[in-house]
Every structure is written in C-alpha cells, then in structure tokens.
C-alpha cells in the first residue's frame, strides 16, 4: 500500500530514527547500556474524588528501560526490530498495518501484542502518531449520508446514493476535499443499527451523516470523524446500547482509549453527545419486560468499574449518573430492543425525537 505524506515531515522522522539508532550503537560499542526513556501517558484514573491531571496532554510518568534488566532486553530488541521495518516503511513510502508487522517475524515476536506496544512505544519516542509511521489499521468503519471527499485520489460520493455504506478510509490524513450539506453526525455501535438506518432510508429523511465502528471502533474510524468535525464543526450524536460495553465504547469516542492516551487530541471527540439508549428509555418508550436482561457479575463489576473514572465525575456527572441507574435497576437492553413497537421505530421515532430534544435543549 503506497501512500504520501508531506516529504519534509518523513525525512526528518527518518533522521531523528537514525540518530537514535546511531546512539545505542554508539553505547554499546563503548560498553555502555542503552537508556532509553520512555513517558507515560493516561487519559483516567480511579480516584474520582481526586483533583488529578488526565484531562492534560502531558506524560504522567516515566519508565526507563535498559539492558541491565534482563526482562527488559527482550523488550528492547523487540522495539529496535520494528523500528527497522517501520525505517523500511519511510524510506519507501510503502504502510503496513500492524497484523502486516508480526507476520514479517512471528517467531520472534511470539504475539500480536508485543508489536503493539512497541508501536506505542515508538510513537511516544518520536512524539508522533502512527500514521507518522506508515502503520496504517485494517479499516472496519462504515459511512454514508450528507457528504463526499477523496482519498489519496479515490472519489467517495455518498451523497449520490444517501443510504448506500462506503468504507470508512484508512488513510485518514490524505482525505480531502470533503464536502458536506449535513446538519449532524449520528455515530451507532452496530452494524445491524447502521443497516436498519440505511434500510429504513433514514439519510433521505434526515440530513445527516451516520457512522458505525462495527463494534468497538478502530484507529481509523475515531481519526476520521474527528476529521469531520474538525473540518464541519458538525453536532455529533452517538446511539450504543444501553449496557456497560456500549458505554465503553461511548467513552472511548469521548475520551480516547487508555492504550492509546499518548496521541488522545487526534482520536477522540470531545463534543459527542450521548443521544441513548438510556436507562430511563426502557420506561419513556415502553420497552416490555422480557426485552430487558439482567446485568451479569461481570456487567456489574466492569460498570462499578466505569464509575471509578475520574473524567465521568469532573467532565459528565450526568452519564455518571446515567451509569448508576443502570446498576441500581440490574438490567440493560439492546438499541434493538425499541424497534418492538415497529421494524422503523429507530429511525421514525426514536432518533428523531432525541435529535430535537438535543436541538431544543440549552
């Protein structure tokens, strides 16, 4: 996969790469022990009646690794192998997803995420981000509505087929030209919900562009709606179910992931609106009792979990609030559970009705 970034930019990552490899070779030829210091980043903690740091960009920590630490060495030779393949990247203006990375050395690198970390790794080292690094993710995001851009010189025109799922673009920072006559962006957690929208023509209806992560949502899908809004100073409004996984995600499109903490300004949106589902809904649109489920011990923990969150309390005392609901009453239920009333209950009722609440509120 070829691609292009600004020419200045890549040559002087490549010899910032060198001059680093140039010193812990210098080290090791003078018998020293490479140091190499690496910070660390968070964008929580667990003490919400702390008066802490998260919300700030800067390290929150710092770890030394060196060669006089046996469990460190292998670490190290891990981290100086990809660097070399991501050297290799640069130098020939080629990307590689991080799947691509491990299978050019399985066997010494054992395990997906030990080229994870060292990816992270790098990209606090070099204060970049990853596509600094040619290291591209396997896009999973969908788009469609109100918009057309391009992408290293592929054409998406949505707005020619409103209802019809494009790709959301791997290549992030070589999309342009984005044109847009939308008046919000409307994030789901699903699929099935993106489909459900697409087949009820909800875009024809609604000036809007709909994103779906599939799920949880990768670097490329949370890079480009920040894009969006960005560039269209668009609303964005985000529909997960209403159990502590939706949630998470949710968070991670607010907040950023704590894996990833280190480049948080570039993936998150800090905007977002939650638009639902709501504990409350179940009551407000007459959810029968045999669509709501009991929240499991590892629901239970993993939302007891989520209100710990520092940022809930300092920035979103009402999700917080939202949160304990859900735990106090014991059940979740799914997006899908507010279409038993009709197969187009979403796109008809439901998100209209939030999406002028939302409008209407100050």
Known sequence: MEGKFPISETTNLLQRIKDFTR???????????????????????????????????????????????KPQTYRIDMLLRVLLIVQQLLQEN?????????????SAFKAQSIVDRAIGDICILFQCSRYNL????????????????????????CLN???????????????????????????VEKETVFQRL????????????????????????????????EKLHLPVHCLVDCDPYGFEILATYRFGSMQMAYDIESLRAPDMKWLGAFPSDSEIY?????????????DKKRTEALLLRCYLKREMPRWRLELETMLKRGVKFEIEALSVHS??????????????????SP
């Open 23 to 69: 010193s812990i070779v210098e080290d090791l030829a003078e018998g020293r022990s490479p140091k190499i210091s690496i910070n660390r980043f968070r964008n929580y903690c667990i003490n919400p009646e702390a008066d802490c740091l998260c919300s700030s960009d800067t390290p929150k920590g710092q770890e030394i690794l060196t060669l006089e630490r």
């Open 94 to 106: 080629r990307h590689a997803s991080k799947r691509d990375i491990y299978y050019m050395h399985p």
């Open 134 to 157: 040619n290291v591209v993710s396997v896009g999973n995001g969908l788009v469609m509505g109100w918009l057309k851009f391009r992408e290293a010189g592929r054409k998406f025109d």
């Open 161 to 187: 087929s409103l209802n019809t799922a494009y790709p959301v673009p791997v290549l992030v920072e070589e999309v342009e030209d984005i044109v847009s006559l939308a008046e919000y962006i409307l994030v």
């Open 198 to 229: 697409a087949n009820d023509m909800f875009c024809k209806t609604n000036r809007c562009i709909v994103i779906t992560g599939r799920g949880y949502p990768d670097v490329s899908t949370r890079r480009f709606l920040r894009l969006l809004m």
């Open 286 to 298: 007459s959810v029968p009792k045999q669509c709501l489920l009991p929240l499991t011990e590892e």
């Open 343 to 360: 197969l187009s209950f979403l796109s008809e009722v439901y998100i209209p009705s939030k999406i002028r609440r939302e409008v209407s």
